[in-house]
């Protein structure tokens, strides 16, 4: 078993319930846990063989790029994408976003989606 994590991508988006959130956007931050019995990569040393990381940027880059209300939503949608992607594997995504608009000082709020 091999677990490829995808740490800290810093992200730009126009997620969220109030009109003020989808015109100013706030910064997120994602990150991506993808679990696979494929070991192949480890003996072979080939990108053929591998999860290829940059592929799963670009899916969260891409997903994130898509308004939501919602950041469970998003979430669903990036766990799609990547299931589509890379058939066999389990993953887990975390998407945070910074300085919620909340009435009060909240660093940030995350959800977490496993699949």
Do not use: W
Request: charged share 25%.
């Amino acid at each position: 078993m091999m677990t490829l994590h995808l740490e800290g991508i810093h992200l730009y988006a126009y997620h969220g319930c109030y009109e003020s959130e989808n015109k100013i956007g706030s910064p997120y931050v994602v990150q991506v846990s993808i679990e696979t019995k494929d070991m192949q990569a480890v003996e072979t040393d080939n990108l053929a063989d591998a999860i290829d990381y940059t592929k799963v940027y670009d899916i969260v880059r891409e997903e994130m790029a898509i308004s939501s209300k919602l950041i469970e939503h998003v979430g669903g949608r990036i766990l799609k994408s990547l299931k589509k992607a890379f058939g066999g594997a389990s993953f887990e995504i975390k998407i945070m976003k910074i300085n919620p608009p909340v009435h009060g000082e909240v660093e940030k709020v995350s959800v977490v989606l496993k699949g």
